[in-house]
């Protein structure tokens, strides 16, 4: 089983037809912008999905790369045929069609990964140089991290973000 790919036009009147949209991205980024309509369904805890059959079900995540690299669980998640956004929700708003978004809610976890360990990294690398080699250990010790999430699949600095204040779902922003 895989997914076949539907363009975004498509995908938009099917689901006006009675399509279920599975976004398949984190709570994080789905609270940050999402269409209307879509049911949540992150793919890390993706399980069966409880739909009435025959139903069509088109899976979506931020660029079509994540519901590519996981057709064939999602295909079985599904149940039946399936398909998938082509180009993902970047696709259905190039396209010209509606979301539901909120630019209160903060970066995606994973870009404030990204960010923070560019930063600490640079910093350290400027600190080095400029203050005392010593800082170097600084850009070594976020490489090693990077390298260690990586290797096991679990993110020290993306934990300790989730539980900054700012990345507390507020009641009103639940999924």
């Not at 036009?9 to 994080?28: N, Q, T």
Request: proline share 6%.
């Amino acid at each position: 089983m895989s997914l076949k790919a539907i363009p975004a036009d498509r995908a938009k009147e099917w689901i006006e037809a009675g399509a279920l949209l599975v976004d398949i991205r984190e709570p994080d980024e789905f609270r940050r912008e999402h269409v209307a309509g879509a049911r949540p369904r992150p793919l890390s805890t993706l399980q069966a999905l409880d739909v009435e059959p025959g139903r069509v079900i088109i899976f979506s995540c931020r660029s079509g790369a994540r519901t590519t690299a996981h057709a064939e669980r999602l295909a079985a998640a599904a149940g039946g045929d399936a398909y998938r956004l082509e180009g993902g929700l970047d696709a259905w708003k190039k396209a010209g069609h509606p979301v539901v978004a909120d630019k209160r809610q903060p970066l995606e976890l994973m870009r404030q990964v990204q960010i923070a360990a560019g930063s600490l990294v640079l910093l350290g690398a400027i600190l080095g140089t400029f203050m005392h080699p010593g800082f170097y250990a600084l850009s070594a010790f976020v490489g090693a991290g990077l390298v260690f999430a990586g290797a096991t699949g679990t993110c020290a600095m993306a934990r300790m973000l989730k539980r900054a204040p700012w990345n507390r779902p507020s009641a009103s922003a639940a999924v």
